[in-house]
């Protein structure tokens, strides 16, 4: 019985092409498949000036470490003067941010003054980025030339 085993034996139908069948050149087609037809990109098209019309330009967003540095002090100098009964606006967000994690597992109610001082701060901080990188933006690229 191990000598039979032991035997070299060929398994018809992987080596042998008698059971192999024929290769003919069908042809599959899918939706998934691109076709032979170009896309037009009608935003990519060229004008009759032989420019592109691009909607944005690739880098629309040109990030400058600057204005995030210089933006955020500018925001955090104001928000900082103690102008709401004898506290500042970043005080009165901290001041919050202790109170409502002082019972950390429950969320903060939604009447709590934590909503008040995160919106006011963060939006004030978001104009300030904004017009910051306009500003910025313009001066290093002559916007605001005459």
Known sequence: M???????STVVGLSTSSLSPK???TTLSSGFLKSGVAVRNPLG????????FTCFERNWL??????IGFGLIGWLAPSSIPAIDGKSLTGLFFESIG???????TPPALTSPFWLWLITWHFGLFVVLT?????????NEDYFQK
């Open 23 to 25: 290769r003919s050149n």
């Open 45 to 52: 098209q060229a004008r009759a000036s032989g420019g592109k």
């Open 99 to 105: 109170a409502e994690l002082a019972h950390f597992p």
């Open 62 to 67: 040109r990030r400058d470490l600057n204005v």
């Open 131 to 139: 017009f910051g990188q306009i500003g910025f933006k313009g001066r």
């Open 2 to 8: 191990a000598a039979t085993f032991a035997t070299p």
